[in-house]
């Protein structure tokens, strides 16, 4: 039920129903909705309240699930959204399939969004209250064990869109069907409070993973878990950049299998703090250089107090060099195209600093790689890395090797810097530090003499 607050300058007080009335500056709009209740679609009243309320207004969600039953965006000016409950999008795999029912406006690998915000001046709060439900376990056990490529058509949770100065805050994600959030072709946002969270708990998935590169559980038959406690934890990003600059991601906790947040090309400016990744791969710059005609940038990105935690590997078998701060290219060999090949693409990305990071039994700490996608016989990657500097990491892991860098010889790294690099090495082997075609680095001695390939 939508009922409407219309205050203008000489105090007026009106209720309405679901009409709408034009917003104009100088006065405030409020509307107020509940959920129409179970079964019952609540669509229609969700996007009236924000036709009234969005521009130089607020809206009010009242606690509870409000059913969404085709992909939704909302414009959003001047303006605020607390949002006391959850948008419950439908559990309808073959509906948001089919293109034309979801949005395509994030070009990087083709991605789809079935809820969209775009706008400025504008604030979501969903007081750790509410957030959107989808009802990821439907798509888990309808996929099975079945491959999943980048750009099928599995929708994107949240995603803003050609959005300047808005905050996002204090949002919940329960079961996102594929991406958790993305940002693209956006400036000056900040997400302040975010969680995220894909568990599935289907038995009949304890032993398999659930799609490649996805965790899932590998105990013995002896150990099997009850259906109370086993959980896997599914194949998902916790958001995703792209084309944007001057972003601030704060308060995260995210728990899913794959990464936990990934920096992709063009994103400037860009800064983390109070990140927590449970599972998973851990912070990605990438992948990068998936496109052979654009020049992927990306600069000027802190990531500070983060803590990385690797989940029992009974649960995530398949994570063997998971939980981590890690970059990735492609070779400059173009195969294929995307969103599932490629490569060929050039690029810099420079001015990276990860400092206090502890990590909980991680795999492997620190890494870079530009083989990405690549074949033995490819050519080696135009996109450079630059000026990376990793402060204050500590904790352990379950292997020895610390950092592992891996550049490429037709880009070498410069000013690679390492500062209290203290992670114990659980299996007791004394640590190694792996580098190749590094240029220029200070702080650890044991990547001074680098070799060239």
């Excluded at 000026?387 to 204050?392: A, D, E, K, P, Y």
Aim: contains cysteine; proline residues 5%; aromatic residues 12%.
């Amino acid at each position: 039920m939508l009922t409407v607050a219309y205050i203008a300058l000489y105090s007026a007080y009106c209720i309405l129903g679901a009409r709408a009335i034009p917003a104009t500056r100088g006065a405030t709009n409020i509307c107020d909705i509940q959920p129409l209740g179970e079964g019952q679609d609540d669509t229609d009243q969700v996007e009236a309240a924000i036709a009234q309320c969005g521009h130089y207004g607020t809206t009010v969600f009242a606690p509870g699930e409000y059913n969404i039953t085709r992909k939704m965006s909302w414009d959003l000016v001047e303006s605020r959204v607390d949002l006391h409950g959850y948008l419950n999008f439908k559990a309808d795999l073959p509906y948001w399939m089919n293109p034309e029912n979801t949005y395509r406006v994030i070009f990087i690998q083709s991605q789809a969004s079935w809820f969209v915000i775009t706008g400025h001046d504008f604030v979501v709060d969903a007081h750790n209250t509410g957030g959107i439900i989808g009802n990821g376990q439907y798509w888990w056990n309808w996929y099975g064990t079945a491959s999943r490529l980048d750009g099928d058509g599995r929708p994107v949770a949240l995603t803003l869109y050609r959005a300047s100065r808005g905050t996002i805050a204090n949002f919940r994600i329960e079961g996102q069907p594929f991406w958790c959030n993305a940002i693209a072709e956006s400036h000056d946002v900040v997400y302040d409070g975010m969680y995220c969270n894909a568990t599935n708990t289907n038995p009949e998935y304890f032993y398999d993973n659930v799609v490649p590169n996805t965790d899932g559980e590998a105990r013995s038959f002896a150990d099997q878990p009850t259906k109370a406690t086993a959980k896997l934890f599914c194949f998902h990003v916790g958001i995703d950049t792209f084309r944007s600059d001057n972003v601030s991601l704060l308060n995260f906790d995210i728990t899913l299998g794959d990464d936990c947040l990934a920096i992709k090309g063009n994103s400037t400016n860009i800064y983390a703090q109070n990140i927590t990744c449970r599972g998973g791969n851990g912070i990605a710059f990438g992948s990068l250089g998936q496109y052979w005609n654009l020049f992927d940038h990306v600069e000027n990105v802190t990531l500070e107090d983060l803590h990385m935690v690797r989940l029992d590997p009974k649960i995530q078998p398949n994570m063997g060099t998971g939980i981590k701060v890690y970059f990735k290219s492609w070779t400059a060999t173009v195969i294929g195209f995307p969103p599932d090949d490629g490569g060929g693409g050039p690029g810099l990305v420079t001015n990276i600093t990860a400092r206090n990071v502890i990590l909980d039994n991680v795999s492997l700490p620190i890494q870079l790689y530009q083989t990405n996608g690549g074949l033995p016989g490819n050519a080696p990657s135009q996109l450079q890395f630059a000026n990376l500097t990793f402060v204050n990491f500590t904790g352990t892991t379950s292997g020895n090797t610390i950092v592992d860098i891996a550049c490429s010889p037709a880009a070498p790294c410069p000013g690679m810097v390492f500062s209290d690099i203290n992670i114990t090495a659980l299996n007791g082997k004394p640590p190694t530090y792996q580098c190749s075609n590094v240029v220029s680095e200070r702080g650890l001695s044991e990547c001074n003499a680098t070799t060239q390939y």
